[in-house]
């Protein structure tokens, strides 16, 4: 059984650009024609010799803040059900809003590992920001840079540690 590793979060964060960070293969395995499929990636990634899927949940198409929001509840749901380590991405630099709050109510009931990821910490300033995300009451708050690849190590010793 592979492992993998989902990355969900509201839109923005940048869940995406740590996705293709992590997978410069991008090897599509699934791509089917089912909404919820369609607005999830998958890849290959590799860390210290242990290969692992990635996937990317997003690219929603919704018509209104509810139906967006169910759209991001549905991809937190199937995250808890076959993921192996959650990462729960937030951004540092717009604190956390009310769709964060609703995704990290989901992730406490998860029995599955959850890695808090404080996104966009790009220089060591926004250290200073990232305590809020405490709040979540999901434990250690892991700080990167997705755009500059900063912390990205730190964390990735981290997941393959539940492998
Ligand atoms: P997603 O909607 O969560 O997939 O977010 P994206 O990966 O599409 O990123 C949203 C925006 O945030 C884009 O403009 C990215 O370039 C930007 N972004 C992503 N990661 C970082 C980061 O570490 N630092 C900064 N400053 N911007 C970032
Ligand atoms: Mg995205």
Request: proline content about 1%; cysteine-free; charged content about 25%.
């Amino acid at each position: 059984m592979s492992n993998i590793v989902a990355i969900v979060g509201r839109p923005n964060v940048g869940k995406s650009t740590l996705y293709n960070r992590l997978t410069e293969s991008r090897k599509a395995i699934v791509d089917d024609q089912s909404g919820v499929t369609r607005d999830r990636h998958y890849g290959v990634a590799e860390w210290i010799g242990k290969q692992f899927t990635v996937i990317d949940t997003g690219g929603y198409v919704a018509h209104s803040e509810d139906v967006f929001e169910a759209a991001i509840r549905e991809q937190v749901i199937i995250a808890i059900e076959e993921a192996t380590v959650i990462l729960f991405m937030v951004d540092v630099t717009t604190g956390i809003t009310d769709l964060d709050d609703s995704i990290a109510d989901l992730l406490r009931r998860s029995k599955k590992p959850v890695l808090v990821i404080a996104n966009k910490v790009d220089n060591n300033k926004l250290l200073d920001d990232i305590h809020q995300f405490y709040s979540f009451g999901l434990g250690e708050i892991y700080s990167i840079s997705s755009m500059t690849g900063s912390g990205t190590g730190e964390l990735l010793d981290e997941v393959v540690s539940h492998f």
